[in-house]
C-alpha cells in the first residue's frame, strides 16, 4: 500500500511539475511577437500534451485502483490529489487551447477577408463575351485564381480541421463564439469556392462552343454567300430546253446541297441557343442577330433557288414542242419533288422546328399544284399523238418525228407520271396530317413543360430567399406556413408533371431519334428538378421542427422562469430585516434556507436558457438580438436574487454566532454540508448533450460559490470553538467539539466532491463533445461528398474521357473512404444507441445528441444513394459512350467500303446482260443501305444524347462527327440514288439496242432466207412478174426498216463512243455494229443482185420492154434520191451514214451496168419503141451517173466540214469545264501582291479564251453552214450544239467580264487602303493633341457648363467610335491558325481578310494610336461624366428629403418583389453583424436601386444614430419604418359602426352637409328625416335595416345622400375585431364581395413573396406592439401569452408608405356627427387601423412563384 501511494505521489508531482514549467513557457511566449514561433511553440506543446495523456490516465487508474482497496486510508487526501491534478491538467488544456485558438483565429481572420475579397473579385468578375480570345484570356486567368483559391481552401480548411478538434477539449463558452466564428468562415469558404467552382465550369464549357460558334458561323456565311452567288449568276432566260434542263439539273444539284447542308444550319442554331444561356443579355442578342441573319441567308437562298426551279419548269414547257421532251421534263421535276419528300428530316420535337417543316411541306404542295395544269396539257397533248400513231396518221409524219415515236414508252412514262403525281400528293397529305398532330403535341408538351419549369424555378427563388430557421415560435410557424405553401406548390406540380409525362408519351412516336431524346431529356429534367425541390423542402421540415422544438422549450423555460422569479423575488424582498431575537432568527435561517432551496433547484432553468441563447447568438446576432435583451434581464435579476439570499443567509449567520447560539449554526452547517453532499452524490447519474452537462458544470459553480461564501461562517466556528476550548480548558468532551469535528469532516469531504464532480463532468463534456465532434466530421465529410457529386454535372462523351473519368470515380479516394466513413457513421450510430440506452435520462436533455445521430442518419443515406446514383449514372454513360462509339466506327467502316465500292464501280455497261448484273449487285447494295439507315437514327439518338449531357468540350467533338456522318450519309444516298438512276436510264438505252438490233437482224436473216428461197429456182415466165413484184415489196420493206436501221446504228455508235478504248464491250458493240451493217448491205445487195438477175432473166427471155421499164423505173427513183433537194449535210454521225448509203447505192448502180449493157446489145434498133426507150434510159443512166458523181464529192466535203465541225465542238466542251472551274465565284483576298495575282493569272486565262475564240466562231459559221442543208436526222443534234456551245460560252465571257472587274475594282480599293491608313493616323494624332489639351484644362463647377462640355465630348467620342470600325478593318484578324478541332470540321472555304500586312509598321502604329487615344477619350468621359454626377448629388442632396427617398426605396424593394431584410443579410461583413458604411453604400448602388453615393451617404448617416460608423439591424429596421402611434384596445361592434357611418359621412362634398344623428346603441336619423333607422354590425358588414330586410350601409347612403349617386361599394371587413390584449386593431380596406374571393385566393398563392413575410424572417424581433410603434419590448412573456398573428409578428416595410399611419384627426374631418371621445380607453379609428395593416390586395399584387 505505501508502494502504491509512493508511486501515485512521485507521478502526481511528475505531471504537475511538467503542468507548472508548460505553463510558465506559455506565459513567456505569449510575448513573444512573432506569430510563426509562437504557432510552431503552441503545436509542439499540444502533440507534447498528447503524449502526456497516458500519463494522466495512469494516475486515474491508480487512483480509482486505490479509492477501492478497503486498506486505504485517507481516501479524501486521494481524492483530493486527483482533484488537484485533474483541475491543473484542464486549466492548463484551456489555456493552451486557448492561446492556439486566439492564434488560429487571427489566421482565420485573414482567411475570412481573404474570401471576402475574393467574393467581390468573382462578383465583379467580367460575364461571357462571345469573342473568343477574351473567353480563352478569361479561362486562363479564373484558372490561376481557382488554383490559388484551392491552395488556399486547403490550408483554411486544414486550420479549421485542427481547431474544431481541439474546440473538442474546452468547456469555456469562448470555445463556442470561436466555433461559431469558425463555422461562420467555413460556410463562406463553401459558398465562395461553389462560386469559382460554378465560373469555372461555365468558362469550360463556354470556351468551346464559343468556339465553335465562331468558327461555324464564318464558315457557314462564306459557304451561303458563295452558293448566293453562284446562283445569282445563273440565268432563267432561255429559249431552249436542253438549256433549261442543264440549268435545272444545276439548280436541283444546289438545292440538294443545301438541303444536305441542312445539319450545319441546326448546329450552328442549337449551338447559337447553348451560347446565349451562357451569355448576359446583352451577348445573347448578338448571337441571335447573327442566328437571324443565317437563318434568313439560308432560307433566302433556298426560297431563290426553288423560284428559279419554278420559273425553269414554266419556261420549259413553254419552249418544247415535243411531247416526249416534256413528258421526260416532267417527270425529272415530279422525281425532283418526290426525293424531297423521301429525303425530308424526321419530324422535330420543338414547335418552331415543326413550323418549318410544315412550311416546307406546303411549298412542295404548291410546287406539286402549281403543274397540275402542266400535267394535264401533257396527257391531253399525247393521247392526241398516240390517237394520230395509231390511227395510221403517222404515215404522213417526217421521217425523224416517225423515228421518235414509241407508244409503248410514252404510255409508260404518262403511267409514271400519273404515279408519281399520285404517290407526291398523298405523301405530302400525309405528313401534312402527321405534322399537324406532332404541332398540336409539342404545344401541348412544351407549354406545360414550360409551366412546369417556371412553377420550379419560382418555388427554388423561393427557397433560396428564405432564411434560416428563426429562433421564435410564431416566426417558425410562419417560416412553416411558407414551407407547406412550397410544400403544396410542388405537389401541385405533380398532375402537370404527369401530364407532361403522357404527352412525351403521345408526342414520342411521332418524332425523329434525336426528337424522342429532347423530349425525354426534358421529362428527365424536370423529374430530377422535382426530386430535388422535394429533398431540399423535406431538409428545410427537419430544420424546422427541429427549430420549433428548441424555440418551443425555450420560450417554456422562459415562461416558467418569468413564472417562478418574480415569485422569489417577492419572497425575498418580503423578508423583514434581521431580527434580534434566537427565535426570530432561527426562523428567518429556516425560510432562507427554503428560498435557497428553491433557488438552487431553478439554477438549471437560469444556466439553459443562458447556453440558449448563447448557441442562438453564434448562430446568428440577428436572430438573437430579440431574447438577449430579455435574458440579461433574467439574469441580472437572478444574480440579485442570489447575491440577497447569500448574503441574507450570510447575515443570519454571522448574527447567530455573534448572538452565541455555536449549536444551532453547527447544526445549520452541518445540515447544509449534508444536503450539498446528498446534491453532489445526485449528480453521478448526469448525463446529456453538452449544454445541459455545462448547465450542470454552472449549477456546480454555484454550489462552490455558496461553500464559498459558508467559508466565512466555518472559519468563525471553528475560531469561536477555539476561543471557547480554550477559555474552558476542563471540557474535552463536547458536544460542540463532536459537531465542530463533524462539520470540518464534512467540510473537507465535500469539497473535494464537489471538485471530484466538476472534473468528471468536465471529462464527460469533454467526451460528448468528442463523440459529438466525431459525428459533425463525418457528417461534414459526407456532405462536402455529395456536394462534390453534384457538383460535377457534366461526364466525358468519348471513350478515354468517359472510361477515366469512370474508373477514376470508382478508384476515387472519397469512393474508397466513403465505406470507411459509413463504417465509421455505423459505429458512432451504434455507440449513440449506446449512450442513450445508457443515460436512460429525459429525452430533452440528449436532443442534440439524438439530432446529431439523425442527421448522420440522414447524410449517410443520402451519400450512400447519391454515390449508387452517380455510379449508375456513370455505368449507363459509360455504356452509351462505348456503344455509340463502336457503332460509329463500325458505321465509318462500313460507310468508307460503301464510298469506295461507289467509287470503284464501272461505268454502267453498254449490253444487256452485264447491266441487269449491275443492277441485281447495286439493288442488294441499295438494300444494304436501307439496312444501315436504323443504324443512323441510333447514332443521332445516342449522339443527340451525348451532346446534351457529355462535356461540352467531348460534345463539339460529337456534333463534328455527327454533322460529318450525316453529310457522308446523304452523299451516299444521293450517290446510290443516282446510280440507281442511270443504271435504269442506261439499262433502257441497252435494252432497247439490243432489241432494236435483235429485232433487225433477225428481219434481215429472215428476209434474206426468203429471199433465197424465192430464187432458189428458175421461175417460169409466169411466175416472173410475181417474183418481180415481190422483189419490190422487199424493197420497201427495207425502206421503210432504213429508219429504224438508223436510229439503231446511231443508238449503238452513241453507246459504242461512250466506251473507253480499252473497254472490251467497244469491241462487242462494234461487232454487233459491224454484223448489223454486214447484213444490212448484204440484204441491200442481195435484193439488188436479185433484181438484176431478175432482170437478165427477163432479157433471156425477151421481154426487154418488161426489164428496160423496170430498170427506167430504178433509175427514175435514184434520180429523185440524188437530186439537190435532199439535204446532205449535217453532223459527222449524220454524213456518215449518208456516205455508206450512197457507196450501197454505187455499188448496186454498178451491178445494174450488165443490165443495160445486155439491154444495149439485145435491143432491136430497128423497133422504134425499143430505141427510144433505150435513148431515154441511156439518158437516165448518165444523168444519175453523173448525179453519183456529183453525191459522192459533196458527201466527201460534207464529211469533212462535219469532222472539223465536231472536232471544233469536242475541243470547246473539253475547254468549259476547266475555265468555268477556274471562273468559280470565290471571295477575294484584300491583300494587294495576292490580288495581283489573281490578276495575272486572269489575264493568262483571258489569252487562253482569245486563243479559244477563233474556235468558237469556226463552230458558229460551220453550224450555220450545216444548217441551211441540214439534213433532218441531224438537225437536233446540230441545234444542240451550236445552242449549247454559244450559251456557255457567251456565260463564260460574261463571268470572265465580271471577274476582271472585281479584281479590279478590290485592287482600287487595296491601293486606296494606305491613303486611308495615313488620313487615319493623322486624325488620331490630331485627336490625342486635342485630348492632352482638354486634359490640362480645370472642369468647372457649374452643372450647364459641364453639361455642355460632356455633349460636345460625346460627338468627339460618336465620331471617334466611327473611325473605329475603320480601324478594325485595318488591324481585325481572322486567325484560321488558331482553330482547333479535334473532330470534324465541315469543309466549308474560308479566306483570310486583312487589308493591309497586320506586320506593317503603319498597322501596328495605327493599332497603338487608336488604343491610346480611345483610351484617353473614355477616360475624359469618365471624368465629365462623374464630375456630372458628383454635382448633381450635390443639388440633390441640398434638397434631400429622406422621407421621400424612403418611400422610394420601400415601393421599389415591392415592386422587385423582394424583402429588405435580404439585402441587410447580404450586406453584412462583419462577424458582429453590422454594416459599414463602403458596404452599404456598394449593396446599394450594386442593387440597382436609383440613387447615388451623396444621398446614400446622407442616408447612411441618417440610419447610423449612435454614429458608431456601421448600422445594425435595428437601426437599419427602425429608420425605414415610420413612427407610428401606440396600439389602442379593440373596438365594439357599435364602435364600429359609428366608426364607419362617420367614415363614410365625412366624404359628403355637397354644400349642405349630409346629417347623421345618433340617437341611441345602433340607432341613427339621417338626412333630413325624422325616422330613425337600425344599423347593425352583421357579417362583418355594416347593414342598415330597411322595411323588412337589411341593405349595406353604401347601399342606403346611395340611395339617400346626393353625393354617392354614382358608384356603388360595399363595405366589408377583412378580419374578425376579436383579438388578444396588447394587439393592434387593424381592418383593410373595404371591397366588394364579389371580388373578396378572388382576393383570398391570390393572397394565399402568394405563400412566399407576401408581404406580411417581408420582413419576418430577419425583422421578427419585435411583437405586434413593436411592430407599429417601435416601443422595446420589456418582457417576452406577453408575446407569448397574446394571441399574435403571423402578419402581425412580422415587420413589413415593403408596403406602401401610406399604410404606417394618417395623422389626419376626427376634428377635421367633414360631416354632422360629433365624434364619440374615446381617449380613455385607447381605441383608435378605423381609418388609422388601415393604415396599420396592410391590405389583402396589396399581398395579391404579387404573383404566385409557380406562375
Known amino acids: 500500500m505505501i508502494g502504491k501511494v509512493s508511486n501515485l505521489t512521485e507521478n502526481v508531482k511528475s505531471l504537475e511539475s511538467w503542468i507548472v514549467t508548460v505553463v510558465q513557457n506559455l506565459q513567456g511566449k505569449a510575448a513573444t511577437t512573432d506569430p510563426v514561433s509562437i504557432k510552431s511553440h503552441f503545436e509542439e506543446l499540444y502533440a507534447q500534451k498528447k503524449e502526456k495523456q497516458p500519463d494522466l490516465e495512469t494516475i486515474k487508474g491508480m487512483i480509482s485502483s486505490l479509492l477501492s482497496d478497503p486498506e486505504a486510508c485517507d481516501k479524501n487526501h486521494i481524492r483530493d490529489m486527483q482533484s488537484d491534478v485533474c483541475s491543473k491538467w484542464h486549466d492548463f488544456t484551456e489555456l493552451l487551447i486557448d492561446l492556439i485558438i486566439m492564434q488560429a483565429l487571427r489566421d482565420v481572420e485573414e482567411v475570412n477577408n481573404y474570401f471576402i475579397n475574393c467574393e467581390h473579385s468573382l462578383l465583379r468578375a467580367d460575364s461571357v463575351t462571345i469573342k473568343p480570345e477574351d473567353l480563352q484570356n478569361m479561362l486562363r486567368e479564373h484558372k490561376v485564381f481557382h488554383e490559388k483559391l484551392e491552395t488556399k481552401r486547403d490550408n483554411a480548411m486544414e486550420v479549421i480541421q485542427k481547431c474544431s478538434h481541439m474546440l473538442r477539449e474546452t468547456t469555456k463558452e469562448e470555445g463556442d463564439v470561436a466555433k461559431g466564428r469558425i463555422e461562420h468562415v467555413r460556410s463562406l469558404i463553401g459558398s465562395v469556392w461553389k462560386m469559382s467552382c460554378d465560373r469555372l465550369h461555365l468558362l469550360e464549357e463556354a470556351v468551346p462552343m464559343v468556339q465553335h460558334f465562331h468558327d461555324h458561323h464564318a464558315d457557314i456565311g462564306t459557304w451561303l454567300d458563295e452558293i448566293s452567288n453562284e446562283v445569282t449568276s445563273l440565268s432563267t432566260a432561255y429559249d431552249n430546253p436542253e438549256q433549261i434542263k442543264k440549268q435545272q439539273d444545276s439548280l436541283k444539284t444546289s438545292l440538294r446541297y443545301i438541303d444536305d447542308h441542312r445539319p450545319l444550319i441546326e448546329d450552328i442554331n442549337n449551338t447559337g441557343q447553348e451560347v446565349k444561356i451562357l451569355c448576359p443579355q446583352e451577348e445573347a442578342e448578338k448571337v441571335q442577330d447573327l442566328l437571324d441573319k443565317v437563318n434568313h441567308k439560308y432560307d433566302e437562298v433556298k426560297a431563290d433557288i426553288r423560284n428559279r426551279l419554278n420559273a425553269l419548269a414554266e419556261g420549259f414547257h413553254k419552249v418544247t414542242s415535243e411531247v416526249q421532251d416534256a413528258i421526260d421534263g416532267m417527270l425529272c421535276e415530279l422525281t425532283h419533288l418526290n426525293n424531297q419528300i423521301d429525303n425530308a428530316e424526321p419530324i422535330g420535337s420543338t414547335v418552331n422546328k415543326i413550323m418549318d417543316q410544315i412550311q416546307e411541306n406546303k411549298a412542295i404542295m404548291e410546287d406539286t399544284a402549281d403543274r397540275q395544269q402542266a400535267i394535264q396539257s401533257i396527257k391531253i397533248s399525247a393521247d392526241d399523238l398516240i390517237t394520230k400513231v395509231k390511227s ?420 476515387s479516394e472519397h469512393l474508397i473512404q466513403l465505406n470507411a466513413k459509413n463504417d465509421q457513421a455505423h459505429a458512432l450510430l451504434t455507440s449513440g444507441e449506446e449512450m442513450l440506452q445508457a443515460y436512460n435520462c429525459h429525452p430533452f436533455q440528449t436532443v442534440q445528441i439524438r439530432s446529431s445521430l439523425a442527421k448522420l442518419k440522414r447524410s449517410c443515406d443520402a451519400a450512400k444513394k447519391q454515390a449508387k446514383k452517380k455510379k449508375l449514372k456513370l455505368q449507363e454513360h459509360l455504356q452509351n459512350v462505348t456503344g455509340f462509339h463502336s457503332v460509329m466506327k463500325i458505321f465509318t467502316d462500313w460507310l468508307i467500303s460503301g464510298e469506295t465500292s461507289l467509287s470503284k464501280l464501272k461505268t454502267p455497261s453498254k449490253l444487256v446482260e452485264p447491266i441487269e448484273r449491275q443492277i441485281k449487285a447495286h439493288r442488294d447494295f441499295h438494300d444494304d443501305v436501307e439496312t444501315h439507315k436504323e443504324i443512323v437514327d441510333r447514332l443521332d439518338r445516342t449522339g443527340t444524347y451525348l451532346k446534351y449531357y457529355g462535356a461540352k468540350h467531348d460534345a463539339i467533338v460529337i456534333r463534328n462527327q455527327l454533322l460529318s456522318i450525316k453529310l457522308r450519309w446523304k452523299r451516299l444516298l444521293w450517290k446510290t440514288e443516282e446510280r440507281g438512276r442511270l443504271l435504269n436510264s442506261a439499262y433502257k438505252e441497252d435494252k432497247r439496242f439490243a432489241d432494236d438490233w435483235k429485232e433487225l437482224v433477225g428481219w434481215l436473216d429472215a428476209t434474206k432466207e426468203s429471199l433465197n428461197k424465192l430464187m432458189a429456182q428458175r421461175p417460169s415466165p409466169v411466175r416472173m412478174k410475181e417474183i418481180i413484184d415481190e422483189i419490190k415489196m422487199y424493197e420497201r420493206q427495207i425502206g421503210r426498216k432504213h429508219p429504224r436501221y438508223y436510229a439503231t446504228t446511231r443508238l449503238g455508235r452513241n453507246l459504242k463512243d461512250r466506251c473507253t478504248k480499252t473497254d472490251p464491250e467497244r469491241e462487242v458493240l462494234s461487232k454487233m455494229l459491224d454484223e448489223l451493217k454486214t447484213k444490212w448491205t448484204s440484204l441491200r445487195t442481195e435484193i439488188s443482185q436479185k433484181q438484176t438477175q431478175l432482170d437478165s432473166q427477163l432479157l433471156e427471155s425477151g421481154r426487154l420492154v418488161e426489164a428496160s421499164k423496170s430498170l427506167i423505173d430504178w433509175l427514175e427513183k435514184m434520180e429523185d434520191a440524188l437530186s439537190d433537194k435532199h439535204p446532205t449535210r449535217g453532223d459527222q454521225d449524220t454524213v456518215h451514214s449518208l456516205v455508206e448509203q450512197h457507196k450501197a447505192f454505187q455499188e448496186e448502180f454498178d451491178s445494174r451496168r450488165s443490165t443495160l449493157n445486155t439491154l444495149q446489145q439485145t435491143a432491136n434498133p430497128e423497133d422504134p419503141a425499143v430505141l427510144q426507150q433505150l435513148n431515154t434510159l441511156n439518158d437516165l443512166w448518165a444523168k444519175v451517173d453523173l448525179l453519183s458523181n456529183q453525191r459522192e464529192q459533196l458527201l466527201q466535203k460534207n464529211l469533212k466540214s462535219a469532222s472539223e465541225f465536231q472536232a471544233a465542238v469536242n475541243a470547246l466542251r473539253d475547254f468549259l469545264p476547266q475555265a468555268e472551274q477556274e471562273l468559280k465565284f470565290q471571295p477575294l483576298p484584300e491583300h494587294e501582291l495576292a490580288i495581283l495575282q489573281l490578276m495575272e493569272r486572269h489575264e493568262n486565262f483571258e489569252d487562253q479564251l482569245q486563243e479559244m475564240e477563233p474556235n468558237v466562231e469556226s463552230i458558229k459559221e460551220l453550224g450555220e453552214e450545216i444548217m441551211e442543208h441540214c439534213h433532218p436526222n441531224a438537225v437536233r443534234f446540230v441545234k444542240y450544239y451550236l445552242t449549247i456551245t454559244h450559251t456557255r460560252w457567251e456565260q463564260l465571257l460574261e463571268r470572265s467580264r465580271g471577274r476582271r472587274k472585281r479584281l479590279e475594282d478590290a485592287l482600287e480599293d487595296i491601293q486606296g487602303n494606305l491613303s486611308r491608313l495615313e488620313d487615319l493616323l493623322a486624325y488620331l494624332s490630331d485627336a490625342e493633341v486635342l485630348l492632352l489639351t482638354k486634359q490640362e484644362d480645370e472642369i468647372p463647377e457649374t452643372v450647364s457648363l459641364v453639361e455642355d462640355l460632356l455633349k460636345q465630348h460625346m460627338e468627339f467620342h460618336e465620331e471617334l467610335q466611327e473611325k473605329g470600325k475603320e480601324v478594325e478593318k485595318f488591324t481585325a484578324v481572322q486567325s484560321d491558325s488558331s482553330r482547333t478541332s479535334a473532330g470534324y470540321t465541315p469543309k466549308l472555304k474560308t479566306v483570310q481578310r486583312e487589308l493591309l500586312d497586320p506586320n506593317n509598321p503603319m498597322v501596328t502604329q495605327l493599332q497603338h494610336r487608336w488604343r491610346d487615344v480611345w483610351r484617353m477619350s473614355v477616360d475624359r468621359k469618365k471624368r465629365l461624366h462623374d464630375h456630372l454626377e458628383h454635382l448633381l448629388e450635390l443639388e440633390s442632396v441640398k434638397n434631400f428629403n429622406f422621407e421621400l427617398w424612403r418611400q422610394r426605396y420601400l415601393a421599389w424593394v415591392k415592386t422587385k418583389k423582394a424583402r429588405i431584410t435580404d439585402f441587410f443579410r447580404k450586406q453584412i461583413k462583419n462577424e458582429d453583424g453590422t454594416i459599414r458604411r463602403h458596404d452599404f453604400i456598394t449593396g446599394m448602388l450594386d442593387s440597382k436601386f436609383p440613387t447615388n453615393k451623396a444621398e446614400l451617404n446622407a442616408v447612411f448617416n441618417i440610419f447610423d444614430r449612435d454614429r458608431s460608423g456601421s448600422i445594425n439591424y435595428r437601426e437599419f429596421i427602425e429608420a425605414l419604418r415610420p413612427v407610428a402611434k401606440k396600439p389602442k384596445r379593440h373596438m365594439s361592434e357599435q364602435e364600429l359602426v359609428h366608426d364607419e357611418i362617420e367614415r363614410e359621412v365625412s366624404t359628403c362634398k355637397c354644400r349642405s352637409q349630409f346629417k347623421v344623428e345618433k340617437v341611441d346603441q345602433g340607432k341613427y336619423r339621417f338626412g333630413d328625416s325624422q325616422k330613425m333607422v337600425l344599423v347593425r354590425f352583421l357579417n362583418s358588414t355594416v347593414m342598415v335595416r330597411v322595411g323588412g330586410g337589411w341593405v349595406t350601409l353604401q347601399k342606403f347612403l346611395e340611395n339617400h345622400d346626393p353625393c354617392k349617386a354614382k358608384g356603388r361599394t360595399n363595405t366589408e371587413l377583412r378580419e374578425q375585431f376579436t383579438l388578444a390584449d396588447g394587439t393592434a386593431q387593424s381592418r383593410a380596406s373595404f371591397s366588394s364581395r364579389r371580388h373578396s374571393g378572388k382576393a383570398s385566393n391570390s393572397g394565399s398563392d402568394a405563400g412566399y413573396s407576401s408581404a406580411s413575410s417581408s420582413a419576418g424572417n430577419k425583422g421578427g424581433m419585435y411583437n405586434s406592439a413593436e411592430c407599429l410603434t417601435g416601443t422595446p419590448r420589456r418582457s417576452l412573456s406577453s408575446m407569448h401569452r397574446s394571441k399574435v398573428t403571423p402578419a402581425q409578428s412580422m415587420v413589413n416595410l415593403s408596403s406602401d408608405s401610406s399604410l404606417y399611419g394618417s395623422n389626419t384627426s376626427l376634428a377635421g374631418r367633414k360631416g354632422a356627427v360629433t365624434p364619440t371621445p374615446r381617449t380613455t380607453d385607447g381605441r383608435v379609428t378605423p381609418a388609422r387601423r388601415k393604415a396599420a395593416t396592410p391590405t389583402p390586395r396589396s399581398v395579391a399584387r404579387t404573383p404566385p412563384p409557380h406562375r
Open 392 to 811: 395510221k396518221e403517222h404515215e404522213g409524219l417526217p421521217e425523224e418525228e416517225r423515228i421518235k415515236i414509241d407508244v409503248q414508252d410514252i404510255e409508260q412514262k404518262i403511267s409514271e407520271m400519273e404515279t408519281l403525281n399520285d404517290d407526291i400528293k398523298q405523301k405530302t397529305v400525309s405528313r401534312g396530317r402527321s405534322l399537324e398532330e406532332a404541332l398540336e403535341s409539342a404545344k401541348k408538351f412544351w407549354d406545360i413543360y414550360e409551366g412546369l419549369m417556371s412553377g420550379f424555378k419560382d418555388i427554388q427563388d423561393c427557397i433560396n430567399s428564405q432564411d434560416s430557421p428563426q429562433a421564435e415560435s410564431v416566426l417558425i410557424q410562419e417560416q412553416d406556413k411558407e414551407h407547406r405553401e412550397m410544400s403544396q406548390s410542388l405537389q401541385d406540380a405533380v398532375p402537370r408533371l404527369e401530364a407532361a409525362k403522357q404527352m412525351s408519351e403521345a408526342l414520342t412516336p411521332l418524332i425523329g431519334e434525336s426528337g424522342k431524346v429532347d423530349i425525354s431529356r426534358g421529362v428527365e429534367e424536370a423529374g430530377e428538378i422535382f426530386e430535388e425541390i422535394g429533398d431540399i423542402l423535406e431538409e428545410r421540415k427537419v430544420a424546422l421542427n427541429e427549430a420549433m422544438e428548441r424555440a418551443s422549450h425555450f420560450e417554456e423555460e422562459i415562461e416558467s422562469v418569468l413564472g417562478w422569479l418574480p415569485k422569489l423575488e417577492e419572497t425575498l424582498e418580503n423578508m423583514g430585516p434581521i431580527a434580534t431575537d434566537i427565535r426570530s432568527i432561527k426562523i428567518q435561517i429556516e425560510e432562507v434556507k427554503i428560498l435557497k432551496l428553491q433557488a438552487v433547484g431553478k439554477c438549471v432553468a437560469i444556466e439553459g436558457i443562458n447556453s440558449s441563447v448563447q448557441a442562438l447568438k453564434n448562430k446568428s446576432a440577428v436572430a438573437a438580438e430579440n431574447f438577449i435583451v430579455a435574458v440579461e434581464d433574467i439574469n441580472t435579476r437572478w444574480n440579485k436574487l442570489v447575491d440577497g439570499i447569500f448574503d441574507r443567509e450570510q447575515a443570519l449567520q454571522d448574527t447567530l454566532i455573534k448572538l452565541g447560539e455555536l449549536d444551532t449554526s453547527l447544526e445549520d452547517v452541518n445540515g447544509y454540508l449534508q444536503q450539498v453532499e446528498e446534491e453532489l452524490s445526485d449528480l453521478d447519474n448526469v448525463h446529456g448533450d453538452p449544454k445541459y452537462l455545462e448547465t450542470h458544470i454552472k449549477k456546480l459553480k454555484m454550489v462552490q460559490d455558496d461553500l464559498d461564501n459558508q467559508e466565512a461562517v466555518v472559519r468563525a466556528l471553528n475560531h469561536n470553538l477555539a476561543e471557547m476550548r480554550a477559555g474552558d480548558k476542563g471540557s474535552k468532551h463536547s458536544p460542540l467539539l463532536d459537531k465542530q469535528e463533524e462539520m470540518n469532516e464534512l467540510w473537507k469531504s465535500v469539497n473535494s466532491s464537489l471538485r471530484d464532480k466538476r472534473n468528471r463532468l468536465q471529462e464527460k463534456l469533454t467526451g460528448v463533445k468528442s463523440f459529438l465532434g466525431d459525428v459533425e466530421d463525418v457528417v461534414n465529410w459526407l456532405s462536402d461528398f455529395e456536394q462534390t457529386l453534384k457538383a460535377v454535372k457534366t461526364i466525358g462523351a468519348l471513350p478515354d474521357t468517359a472510361q477515366k473519368q469512370c474508373e477514376k470515380f470508382n478508384k
